[in-house]
C-alpha cells in the first residue's frame, strides 16, 4: 500500500493550497482516509478524516470552517482544500489510510510521506 502526498508549499496568511494524495489501496472505496500534520517540535495530530461515501466527515477544531476533505473515489484520491491559512498552520501534513472510522492516530496503518506547508505572516 501506498499514499504519496503533494500539493504543498510557502503561502502567505490568509492564502490557500490544496493537498492531494494518491493512493494504491485496493479497493480504496473500502478505506478511511485522513490527513494530520506534524509542527516542529509536536504530535501528528488529527485534522481531517472521511469514509468512503463522504456520509462521515470530521475536521479538528482548529481548521473547521477552513479546511475541507473530499475524495474522488474513481481517481484513487482525496484532496484537503485549505483556506483562509494562518501561521499556526504551517507543518507537514500526512494523508493516512485506515480500515475503520477513527480519527485516532493509531487506527490508520498506511501513511504517506509528508508533504511541507509554510505560512508566512
Known amino acids: 500500500v501506498q499514499l504519496q502526498a503533494f500539493g504543498g508549499g510557502l503561502v502567505q496568511a490568509g492564502g490557500s493550497l490544496r493537498l492531494s494524495c494518491a493512493a494504491s489501496l485496493r479497493p480504496f472505496s473500502n478505506y478511511i482516509l485522513g490527513w494530520f500534520r506534524q509542527a516542529p517540535g509536536k504530535e501528528r495530530d488529527f485534522v481531517a478524516a472521511?469514509?468512503?461515501?463522504?456520509?462521515?466527515?470530521n475536521y479538528a477544531d482548529s481548521v473547521k470552517g477552513r479546511f475541507a476533505i473530499s475524495r474522488d473515489n474513481a481517481k484513487n484520491t482525496v484532496y484537503l482544500q485549505m483556506n483562509s491559512l494562518r501561521p499556526e498552520d504551517t507543518a507537514v501534513y500526512y494523508c493516512a489510510a485506515g480500515p475503520r472510522w477513527s480519527i485516532v492516530k493509531r487506527d490508520f496503518d498506511s501513511w504517506g510521506q509528508g508533504t511541507q506547508v509554510t505560512v508566512s505572516s
Open positions: 472521511e469514509n468512503w461515501s463522504g456520509s462521515s466527515i
